[in-house]
Nanobody, 121 residues
Framework: QGQLEESGGGSVQAGDSLQLSCKAN????????INWFRQVPGKQREWVSG????????AYADSVKGRFTISRDNTKNTVYLQMSSLKPEDTAIYYC??????????????WGQGTQVTVSS
């Protein structure tokens, strides 16, 4: 059984919103920052956003700043990525990862299986 499980992906139109969820087991959720990445097949994986363990720090890639919001619900061991004003270039498989910090340069120890997001123009 994986330590992280994503859900909430789907197919939407440009301009729509979608919320992704990343549910973690308790130990991982308490001890690691949760980050979101995305990857288009054949392209390099891109860091999207991260949130620290105590919700004290969040970070976003420039490509999603102002459109995406990351948050965590400590009662549900879940991190959310609220995506608004979606664009076709947001189409990718989205992964959550647990690591030491809300940053693309952190060391990541656990990864989810991914959830597909498709945005049509």
């Amino acid at each position: 059984q994986g330590q992280l499980e994503e859900s909430g992906g789907g197919s939407v139109q440009a301009g729509d919103s979608l919320q992704l969820s990343c549910k973690a087991n308790g130990r991982v959720f308490r001890n690691y920052a949760i980050n979101w990445f995305r990857q288009v097949p054949g392209k390099q994986r891109e860091w999207v956003s991260g949130i620290d363990t105590d919700d004290s720090e969040t970070a976003y890639a420039d490509s999603v700043k102002g459109r995406f919001t990351i948050s965590r619900d400590n009662t549900k061991n879940t991190v959310y990525l609220q995506m608004s004003s979606l664009k076709p270039e947001d189409t990718a498989i989205y992964y959550c990862a647990a690591g030491y910090g809300p940053s693309p340069s952190a060391t990541f120890h656990y990864w989810g299986q991914g959830t597909q997001v498709t945005v049509s123009s």
